[in-house]
Nanobody, 122 residues
Framework: QVRLVESGGGSVQAGGSLRLSCAAS??????MGWFRQAPGKEREAVAA????????YYADSAKGRFSISQDNAKNTVYLQMNSLKPEDSAVYLC?????????????????WGQGTQVTVSS
């Protein structure tokens, strides 16, 4: 079983920054991702990273503003979000999988955290 614990959400004004963290425990994962879901909208990918030095992937909405990174010693993945916009407001969910493709596809991930709220005001 894999347990994921997110932290770092909060409220910020447009143009500000937040860093989300996701600590993983358990085994047999090589991929971690961040997704988000706003009220009345479908869950969408934000970014994902293959653990242990693998590649990182970004949704178009995140490119140039968000950065995903990892600390292997802490089994933690981070999402640095800069230049935040009101449309970035959502619950951000961390996910984990053992997979070799589909990094930005929600159905790739069997393990999910409970989510952390990000609110960006204009």
């Amino acid at each position: 079983q894999v347990r994921l614990v997110e932290s770092g959400g909060g409220s910020v004004q447009a143009g500000g920054s937040l860093r989300l963290s996701c600590a993983a425990s358990g085994y047999s994962i090589n991929l971690m991702g961040w997704f988000r879901q706003a009220p009345g909208k479908e869950r969408e990918a934000v970014a994902a990273i293959y653990l242990g030095g693998g590649g990182a992937y970004y949704a178009d909405s995140a490119k140039g503003r968000f950065s995903i990174s990892q600390d292997n010693a802490k089994n933690t993945v981070y999402l640095q979000m800069n230049s935040l916009k009101p449309e970035d407001s959502a619950v951000y969910l961390c996910a984990a999988a053992l997979a070799d493709s589909g990094a930005l596809v929600a159905t790739t991930y069997p393990y999910w955290g409970q989510g952390t709220q990000v609110t960006v005001s204009s």
